[in-house]
């Protein structure tokens, strides 16, 4: 059977195996011991260390597994672990604070970068994928790897190239600045040529990016042929990954983790909500609007005699609801806005000054504009609400301390920096995901996937 070839018997390791017939032979009454059973003796594991791969497929929608064939991708789910119905992005659904919530365990609100690019309301600075370590609070796998005198390596990882702490981003182990033109194959065979070192040069935590389908996603929308294109494309990536560690025999020693930032959804100038369309209600100068859609994003200018501009923008707030909720503004009932410390709590997304007063969540798909001027266009886009399934991406784990074949619930990304840090043994940083459900994903040091292989061979 193909599945089995993937953990082939040659990779075991007689240590471990040895330990297993014992707890077998401790528990198992006489008659189920398979005494006739003789091991042939094996040769020792390839790799000895725990190492992570770590691949994110920027705006790989959940689903998007099914728009065509998905081999590789398929025998990652096989026979290891999968997010059933896929893994949640934060809030906002956008790439640079979700790669950085996955690398750091934290909310945007509390790893600073709340969006790809914002002003921060309190200096009236500009982040748009600055690389200054100001900007970026909380600890990335990377940096908890090197503090902890493990190995890191990342390509074009968004984040990666900030210089914090004991991260430098070591030449030849870290591909920045990112450059799009880099063909997908350059950078999975950079990462498999680690695999070339002594086990001691090897990295232990790998990041690698991929910026596809996302690209596809937003030009033409999820549902084009050219995305489903992308999406084989990226599958034939994971192949080259899986047939290289194959061929280093390592692909049964090193983690996989196959997960993407968000998903993706058709927007549309046809559906539009125009923000002087509320004139009537309330005027909405485009200099106190930083973002429009996805996500509403307002820091109204008051004047310097304005003695509490908070009350101003509590009003301004209800105001532009009311409006919203008249029936007399078009798509008016898709956008609702918000004073920050009123979002639902689920979205984690107050409790910092980068973020703007007022926020409003834009519904699945609308786009949000100052006036009619624009071009009517259609095409693909994310920040939205994380409740949006649209908005969901993968997660799929692969190797020891992952289980073959489980399913297990969706969860937020936040989740990912314990796992990592987990596999690797690594003290986790003050994160927001949470160390019992590392518990509930992965096996148990020492209770191997291979282990679990052992005992069935065994009983
Ligand atoms: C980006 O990558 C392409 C393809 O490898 C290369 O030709 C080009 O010189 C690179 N650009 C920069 C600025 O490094
Ligand atoms: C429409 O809004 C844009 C800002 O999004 C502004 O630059 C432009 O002047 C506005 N046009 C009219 C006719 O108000
Ligand atoms: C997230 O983690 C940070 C760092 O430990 C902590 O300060 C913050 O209160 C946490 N937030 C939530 C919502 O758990
Ligand atoms: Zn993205």
Redesign the pocket.
Known sequence: MAKSKSYPLCNLSLIVLSLVALAVAATADDSSFPTSYTWRPQPPKKLTKPVVLLISSDGFRFGYQFKTETPNIDLLISSGTEAQTGLIPVFPTMTFPNHNSIATGLYPAYHGIIMNKFTDPVTGELFNRNLDPKWWLGEPLWVTAVNQGLKAATYFWPGADVHKGSWTCPKGFCKAPYNVSVPLEERVDRILSYFDLSESEIPDFMGLYLDQPDIQGHEYGPDDPRVTEAVAKVDTMIGRVIQGLKKRKVFSDVHVILLGDHGMVTSCDKKVIYI?DLADWIKVP?DWIQAYSPVLAMNPRWGKDVKNPGEKNAELVAKMNKALSSGKVENGEFLQVYLKEKLPQRLHYSDSSRIPPIIGMVGEGILV???R?NAHECYGDHGYDNMFFSMRSIFIGHGPRFKRGRKVPSFENVQVYNVVAEILGLRPAPNNGSSLFTRSLLLPFGETAEVELARLILT
């Open positions: 002087d485009a504009r100052q006036n001027t």
